[in-house]
């Protein structure tokens, strides 16, 4: 990718990206001041909360998809980008599940979790690689901070879903669980939901844009 591509997707994926950063200090606000659990679920892994960033990929993925659809940058058909997103998805919660099936924190377990991000983003990239280079970038822009305040978090012990760990999880020193249940995951399982569900709702964009083509041509 040239410079000007790369300066492409920094102005594609800014102004997501300020609002994902937004919604990421809004939720580490909200669990600190023990707001509502239904908007700000503190519990590990803080599944479920109405506040966070992982509903923002949907939306912000099909936005990217319009844009390139109203530059001309189309992929092959809907049906690629569908069959590619699925097998990629498939692949992924395959190798995933075989993962937690190995002991629990073994090196094994992680060199599979790897290996099931790699090869779901690897197949994912065929769907769509213009969209699946945007995802990337914003995936690697709303993660990053998320890591962050991780390691803030459990550094200092806030009691957040960002540093409480999950249940039966061994006592380790605080970089090393920082290690575990922020980096490792931020970059490998979350990156992998990013793009992969967003080149889904990308595919969505693409079938929408065929069924009305003069919504692909609208302005934003």
């Known amino acids: ?22 919604v990421t200090l809004l939720r580490l606000t909200g669990e600190l001041l023990d707001w509502s659990s239904l908007f700000f679920n503190k519990a590990a892994g803080g599944g479920g909360a109405l506040i966070g960033i992982a509903w923002l990929a949907p939306i912000f993925s099909f936005y ?5 659809l109203r530059a001309n940058d189309c992929p092959g058909g809907t049906g690629r980008v569908f ?8 692949v992924f919660v395959i190798l995933f599940g075989i993962g937690f099936q190995m002991p629990t924190g073994s090196p094994w377990m992680y060199l599979m979790i790897i290996l099931a ?25 709303a993660r990053i901070p998320v890591v962050l305040v991780m390691l803030m978090a459990i550094m200092n012990d806030w009691g957040t ?11 380790m020193a605080p970089f090393a669980k920082w290690m575990v249940i922020g980096l490792f995951p931020q970059l490998t399982v ?20 065929k069924r009305h083509p003069a919504l692909a041509k609208a302005t934003p």
Do not use: C, E
């Open 1 to 22: 990718m040239n410079t000007s591509s790369k300066m492409s997707v920094t102005n594609l994926i800014l102004i997501p990206t300020l609002i994902t950063l937004a």
């Open 64 to 68: 990217f998809a319009r844009q390139l």
């Open 83 to 90: 069959g590619f997103s699925l097998l990629a998805l498939a």
């Open 117 to 141: 991000a790699g090869a779901g983003l690897f197949i994912a990239r065929q769907a769509w690689p213009a969209l699946f280079s945007i995802l990337f970038a914003y995936g690697l822009a």
């Open 161 to 171: 879903h960002y540093d409480v760990p999950p249940p039966n999880f061994p006592a």
């Open 190 to 209: 979350w990156m992998a939901f990013t793009v992969i569900i967003g080149l889904l709702f990308g595919g969505m964009a693409v079938a929408l844009a």
